[in-house]
């Protein structure tokens, strides 16, 4: 019998795009649960958004948040309870993110909006969540989501200055990451090797382009479409891809549905 573990983004993966529900893949969670395989959230969001969309998903397991830039151990442990939550920074504090990217702009004068310069009420307008959600996206720990206003030539520059001090930007679903040298891939390589999980089967579930490297790491990939139908391409062998037909949250439920029946069980039961 082989060992399973999946590692899902949230919004436009297992989230809806607009509406940030995940009824349409109970099912499949449910399915998961019942099998007693571990589901890590690994996304952008903060760790005040994940603890309370865990709760809602009665999810118990570790998880990272904000671009892999840090890793919570329920009591240091893979799953556990809440009540004493490890952290472990894998990412520059964003103190030190900010003070790069304010100077940048004062210097170049680069055109741009990050969720420090939003008031919670114009980020409730800008992304649709509700009052306590966008407060709960601004408690950042190592990331800084950043709203481009200037032209690509400009964001070229924006990204080569960023290097040069040991950042990245790495595009999300509606907004660019400016984040330290971390990213999904590492957070999920990091809990396989802090738990020597080496033997393990994974499953990444992604829909963006700060998913692709957690997506190429996996041993089997999930590309969620996107609302124009359109999906991220992977390098990657077809035999261990499978682009939706639906996007989120339809689409999870479609792949996990597959992976479950033809991969998970198919093999248990060889």
Known sequence: ???????????????????????????ALEKIRQLQIPLIINSSKTYAEIKDIRRELDNHWAFAVENGAAVFLPQGNLSGYDNNMQQIILGSPLEDILKVINSLREQYGFLFKGFSDYSVQALMLETGLTEIQAQQAKQRLASE?????????????????????????????????VIGQNDKS?????????????HVHTIALGDSMNDSRM????????????????????????QRVIYTQHPAPLGWQEAMTQLITNTILGERNE
């Open 1 to 27: 019998m082989n060992s399973w573990m999946i590692f899902t983004d949230l919004d436009g993966t297992l989230l809806d795009h607009d509406d940030y529900s995940f009824t349409q893949a109970l099912p």
């Open 145 to 177: 989501p950043v709203k481009w206003l200037d032209t690509q030539e400009n964001l070229n520059l924006f990204k080569q200055a960023l290097q040069k001090q040991g950042l990245q930007l790495i595009k999300g679903g509606r907004f660019q990451h």
């Open 186 to 198: 590492q957070a999920m390589a990091w809990m396989i090797n802090k738990f020597r999980l080496h």
């Open 215 to 238: 997506l190429d790491l996996a041993d089997y990939a999930v590309v969620i479409s996107q609302l124009d139908g359109k999906h991220l391409q992977l390098n990657k062998r077809s």
